[in-house]
Each structure stands twice: as structure tokens, then as C-alpha cells.
């Protein structure tokens, strides 16, 4: 047995070692409650980085003319994001002018074609649930077939509805939207003076080479990453846009944007906007709807694989697999803001990985320890 005196300071070192993993586990729970608690709030700042970062090339751009032009003056930060938010404005005002009279004119006239698309669904439902008996398969399956066509117009129905009571809950903080060009405002203008104070705050240089080094790797990987969703988007909303209005589908400027938008919802949006599109074709004609996802499909292959690992370069390295897997843990965790945010997250875990594998030496001991 261990005298006394040892077994009361192993006692006292057991205790202190329980007491410091309850106050570790209790710190990491009140952490992850404050994040879900202000989950609107960090997606507000994650709108307002996207924003931020779209807006910064053209900022250094109109900050320092002379550096193209030859001049010898270099503008204000302050004037040059103002000047950049006017331009902004007037392109805002301009796009809404030209775009919302073609976009009411089409919405009112899927309204009128409403009932019309009912009934063409319904007459669909019917024929479906003729092919179980017509082509003589087992009682068993055609009674589940049966079901499952007796219920795809309320599935459907239901899935429309979440949809549109996701995006009204989605509306309830429309207001906040303001935040972000204010929000962005100050961090284009004081983003260099942050980070130089959060550099200075650590004495050891070692350590502030390693963190700016860090800090421009998520920069560089942020930037590239929400730039190429934003170009993909353009480029996905006008090609297909143009290619819908071809093909003769209905409602081209609303398919358009709609594509646009859930271009920034990986795997998963592109294959909503094919299925919507393939609806809305079949509604006038099989034929169509084939043209549609033949269509679809072709241009999937080539922006996929050609256009978007383009736009992204080698600023952003994730492989496909890992994208799916983001997405679909991202919608796990946290619905359509966890979809959203799951790429990026996964490529900052990416970052920090790599940075922490270079730090220890790749082999889990700190680089200074295996020095010596």
C-alpha cells in the first residue's frame, strides 16, 4: 500500500484532474449553446464576409489608381468604398428596372396557367396508377405503387409548402439585411488595421509569422471559394437562362434566377433546379421535359468538370467526395444555413489541419519539442 502521504496527493491530483475535465466539458457545452443561440447572428456575419469579399477586389481597384494609370495620387480607403457602394446602388437600381417588370409579367401568367397545371397533374397521377395493372406486375407491389402515386400530389404538396414556410421564416429577418452593407462598411475600412493589431498583440515573432501565414491561407481560401460561387451563379442563371428560352420552356427569367440562387447550394440545388425545370417541361409536353434534361445535363458535365475547377484554381483544393459529405452533414446539423455554410466550414477545417500538421512536425509532437 502507498503511504498516506501519496495516497493523499494522488487523491488530490485525481480530484483536480476530474474538476478541470467537468469545467472543460461545461465550457465546451455553454460554447456550442452561445453558437446555436446566436446561430442568425454568425449567419449574418457569414453574409456579410460574402460581401465583403466580393467587394474588395474593386475597392483596391478604385483606392489606388495610380498603379494602372500612372498617376501619383492614391484616393482615400473611405472614398473608395463609398465610391464603390454608389456604383453598387446604381447597378442595384438598374437590374431592378429592367428584370421586375419580365419577372411580374412571368409570375402573373404562371398564376393565370395555375389551374390549368393542377389538372395536368392530376390527369398524371391517374395515368400513373394504370401503369401497375396495365403491365401485370404482383398484387403486392401494385398496391405499394399504388399508394405512393395516391400520395405523390400531397408529398409534393407538403415539400412546397416547407419550402415556401422555410423561406417566410427566412423573410422575418430580411430587416437585418441592412447590417450588412454597415457591417461591411467598417470591415473594408479597418480590415488592415485589425489585423495588424491582432498580429502586434503576440510578442514572439515565430508566432505572428505563423498566424499571418494562417490568416492569409483562410483568406485566400474564403476568397476563393465565394468568388467562384458568385461567378458560377452569374454563369449558371444566364446560361441556362438563355438556354431554357431556346428550348421554349415557360418561364425562363424565373427558372433563370431561380438557378442562380440554387447554384449556391451544392449538389443539392443543381439537382432541385433540374427537377423543377423537368416539371414545369413536362407540363406541356413529354418531349420538352426530355429536351430540358438533355439539356441539363450536358451543360452539368461541362461546368462541373471543365468551368468550375477553373474558377476555383488551386485556392481551394476539396475533393467532390468531401463537398457531398459537407453538404449533407452541413444539412444535418443545421438545415438550409448548415447546406450553405458546409463547404466553406470543411475547407477552413482543411486549412486548419494542414497549418496544425506543419506546426507539429507531421507527426503529432510540437516542432520545438522534436528539436530538442
Not at 467537468?22 to 457545452?29: N, Q
Not at 404538396?157 to 437585418?176: C, D, G, K, M, N
Not at 452593407?181 to 470591415?187: A, D, E, Q
Not at 433540374?274 to 458535365?301: D, E, H, N, P, T
Amino acid at each position: 500500500m502507498l503511504p498516506a502521504d501519496e495516497r493523499n496527493i494522488s487523491e488530490r491530483r485525481i480530484r483536480t484532474i476530474a474538476w478541470q475535465a467537468a469545467i472543460t466539458v461545461a465550457a465546451a457545452a455553454g460554447c456550442l449553446w452561445l453558437l446555436y443561440a446566436l446561430r442568425m447572428v454568425l449567419l449574418l456575419l457569414a453574409f456579410t464576409v460574402i460581401f465583403c469579399y466580393l467587394l474588395l477586389p474593386l475597392v483596391d481597384f478604385v483606392e489606388s489608381p495610380g498603379r494602372r494609370w500612372g498617376l501619383r495620387f492614391r484616393l482615400p480607403r473611405t472614398a473608395a468604398i463609398i465610391i464603390v457602394y454608389l456604383l453598387l446602388v446604381l447597378l442595384l437600381v438598374f437590374s431592378l428596372e429592367r428584370v421586375v417588370p419580365a419577372l411580374a409579367d412571368q409570375v402573373s401568367t404562371f398564376l393565370e396557367n395555375f389551374p390549368a397545371y393542377a389538372r395536368k397533374v392530376d390527369q398524371t397521377v391517374k395515368w400513373m396508377a394504370t401503369l401497375p395493372a396495365r403491365y401485370r406486375l404482383p398484387l403486392t407491389w401494385r398496391e405499394y405503387l399504388g399508394e405512393a402515386v395516391n400520395e405523390l400530389p400531397l408529398r409534393l404538396l407538403e415539400w412546397v409548402q416547407s419550402i415556401f414556410s422555410s423561406t417566410l421564416r427566412l423573410s422575418l429577418f430580411a430587416p437585418w439585411l441592412v447590417l450588412i452593407p454597415v457591417i461591411g462598411f467598417f470591415l473594408l475600412k479597418d480590415v488592415t488595421q485589425l489585423t495588424r493589431r491582432l498580429l502586434v498583440s503576440f510578442p514572439q515573432a515565430d508566432v505572428r509569422y505563423r498566424l499571418a501565414h494562417f490568416l492569409r491561407d483562410v483568406s485566400s481560401t474564403l476568397a476563393s471559394y465565394i468568388r467562384a460561387q458568385v461567378i458560377a451563379c452569374l454563369l449558371v442563371g444566364v446560361i441556362e437562362g438563355i438556354g431554357f428560352r431556346a428550348i421554349g420552356l415557360s418561364y425562363p427569367l424565373i427558372l433563370a434566377i431561380a438557378a442562380g440562387i440554387l447554384e449556391f447550394v451544392p449538389v443539392i440545388g443543381p439537382f432541385i433546379m433540374m427537377l423543377i425545370a423537368a416539371i414545369i417541361g413536362s407540363l406541356s409536353s413529354w418531349k420538352l421535359a426530355a429536351g430540358v434534361l438533355a439539356f441539363l445535363i450536358i451543360f452539368r458535365i461541362i461546368h462541373d468538370y471543365i468551368i468550375y475547377p477553373r474558377l476555383l484554381s488551386r485556392g481551394m483544393e476539396i475533393h467532390p467526395l468531401l463537398v457531398i459529405l459537407a453538404v449533407v452533414g452541413g444539412a444535418e446539423i443545421g438545415g438550409i444555413v448548415g447546406v450553405f455554410l458546409g463547404v466553406p466550414a470543411t475547407a477552413l477545417g482543411l486549412v486548419c489541419l494542414r497549418h496544425w500538421r506543419d506546426l507539429t512536425g507531421r507527426s503529432g509532437v510540437p516542432a520545438e519539442e522534436a528539436k530538442t
